[in-house]
């Protein structure tokens, strides 16, 4: 079933167009994976989606609902978290505290939200001994699994991660995209924007590629690996080569 159909989008920032006219859909239960260089769209897309931007035309439906005119809190009570590019941790703020902020579109006492908040660090055992640790004294990787534990206390339907491996170790890269698999597992659908293609593509049902705000192609991981051309030009050249 389809959760997420974007049809025809266009986003502009002022005379600037970043995405012209993008058709892609995202199944329920799915990981989904939006590759791309470098101002390609992708975070627009997924700022269109949550309601950060207005799109100038096309549709937004999420379980065949538009969204497309929605302000992002109600986005986000109908069922999509953003975890966006950056992370942003609220430095002065405890891990728990950071967390618990994730839960401030639903209803529910303290006690539930806390041990929800708890529950998250056996998603992330990682942060567990930093529970009550400032956000400021956290490593990137450790700020990454907040922000994503975050977005989780949402409840979401669908997850919207933006990069959640830019900047990180190798190792801490592995253990973020271990957590995106058992999301899944858990139920929750996915679109995952990555500019490394081979991480990105190793936990998708689907890709697809962004090339200058327009959609260059979409496919099963295996199909978008197993094309020689399509490898050079979108998933191994370039910038993309480096960080793969
Ligand atoms: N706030 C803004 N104002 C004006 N132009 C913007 C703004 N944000 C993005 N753009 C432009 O829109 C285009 C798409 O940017 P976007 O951030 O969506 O790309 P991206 O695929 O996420 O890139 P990256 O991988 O670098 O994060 C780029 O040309 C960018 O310069
Ligand atoms: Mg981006």
Redesign the pocket.
């Known amino acids: 079933m389809t959760l997420l159909a974007i049809k025809d989008l266009i986003v502009r920032?002022?005379e600037?167009e970043?995405v012209h006219g993008l058709t892609l859909d995202v199944d329920e239960g799915q990981v989904v994976t939006l590759l791309?260089?470098?101002?390609?769209?992708?975070?627009?897309?997924l700022r269109a989606i949550s309601g950060l931007i207005a799109p100038a035309a096309g549709d937004i439906l999420f379980d065949g609902k538009s969204i497309a005119a929605h302000s992002p809190e109600a986005v986000v009570r109908m069922g999509i978290s953003h975890v966006p590019?950056g992370r942003r941790v609220f430095p002065g703020l405890s891990v728990r505290e950071n967390i618990m902020l994730g839960a401030s579109n639903r209803s529910g006492g303290a006690g539930v939200l806390g041990r929800e908040a708890d529950e998250m660090f056996e998603l992330f055992p990682d942060i567990r001994p930093f529970r009550d640790a400032l956000g400021w004294t956290l490593s990137g990787g450790q700020q990454q699994m907040v922000a994503v534990a975050r977005g989780l206390m949402a409840k979401p339907r669908l997850l919207l991660l933006?990069?959640p491996s830019l900047g990180l170790a190798p190792v801490i890269v592995q253990a973020v995209f271990r957590i995106i698999s058992e999301i899944r597992r858990r139920g929750t659908t996915v679109l995952l924007?990555e500019?490394n293609a081979r991480m990105g593509l190793s936990v998708a049902d689907y890709g697809y590629v962004?090339e200058s705000?327009r959609l260059a192609l979409g496919g099963k991981p295996d199909e978008l690996w197993g094309n020689e051309a399509i490898r050079a030009a979108y998933l191994g050249g370039g910038q993309a080569a480096a960080r793969v």
């Open positions: 920032y002022g600037i970043a791309g260089s470098n101002g390609a769209g992708k975070s627009t897309t590019e933006d990069e924007v500019q962004l705000g």
